[in-house]
């Protein structure tokens, strides 16, 4: 399937646009053919049969050219002159319906185009290294902004989305998303438009910043998804609870419990627990920039780490015993180990990514700020403080003053 961008014109790079969103259907007419040729439009010429005159409707189906014929007793009474006529109203339709549909593609396309969407995408790229972090912003600026604006109201000015703004509220609800990736939808519109009017379209009205749905909207969707065991939230794993955890995968799944300690002790991603090897271990940390990708003949394939590599250090294992954990490692397709690890997890109210959670949140208790940060591999430390869940309270005793 070619890539395109959501408005229907080609996608100069690859990445950026998901089969399973589907496309909005805006596809540009093609100009009408003379008599003698092929046309993708429907027209009626007259023609003579047999020394009669005859009125026919050249199509394109399907890449292969077809003739209909239009009755005969609707015409054969007719002169010259009223045949003419009678021609004039047929293709009347065509040529109205081809004007109408050229200028609507000319007006969809004035504001949100091939133009406005690359340099999008490359105002984006600046932003980050990470692939996805332009590609999903991309598939998300399609599938439920772009659709609905421009698609399903007929809106295709930005400046004019806030008229509709309650309408797409109610639908992105309807959508049953989370929290957090309704969020997301909102401010990856409202950042778009503001760069259209910043870079692209300055003599644009602003278009007003949209916000569709209230914080009391968002915090009773966070309880009633928590409410029914849909809290995709990432949690703290407590002491405790990590050691019914390890006692858990040494009955259930003992072949992945490597994999689960590794994550603990250096807060990875569980694929990226298949990424390491012996130069892997330096002196004084752990390098992580590699991941599993799958198995061939038995030995775990690795990618790049879709985000930037980082330097983990032996804060909760020493190099050694993590060193003898990887070579317990079982090689599988990290789709495989991620489902057997959640299997486990998902009965203690976790998820794999947890572990990182846990070590960013236990590694702020002891250690400095900056290197929390580089080890999480984070750009900033905002982004490291939103996996910290400390809740640790000060003690309400009396302290002993030895009186």
Known sequence: MDNKYPTGLHLPSEGFYDGRMGELKLVKPAPVAEPQKVSEWSRWYLVQEGGHPSIKRSRKVNGKTTWNRYPAKHYKHMSPEELTALLRRLNATFETEKKLAEERYNFDHAYVNVR???AFEKYLKKQTTVDSSVSNPMSMLQRYSLEYFIIKQGIPDPA???IKEDDWGEWLLEQDLSVALLKRIVSTTNRFTKFLNQKIYPEMPNA??????GRAKYAEINYLRKKKGEDDESKYIQPETYKKIVKAFEEEEPEVLPNVKLCKAFG?????????????FLKDAVLVDEQGKGVKG????????????RMVPYWNMTAVDAWTLVKQIIPMHPNTLTKKVNKVLAKFGHSSHDFRRTFITEAHRSHHWKDVQRAAGHTTHQMTMKYDQD???LSPLLADLDD
Request: hydrophobic share 30%.
């Open 208 to 213: 007003r910043k949209l916000e569709p749905i």
């Open 268 to 280: 990875l991603r569980i694929s990226e627990s298949l990424g390491f090897d012996k130069p892997k």
């Open 116 to 118: 406005s969407l690359t």
């Open 298 to 309: 038995g030995q775990i394939v690795r990618k790049k780490v879709k985000t930037n590599e």
């Open 391 to 393: 809740d640790r309270n």
């Open 160 to 162: 004019k989305w806030h």
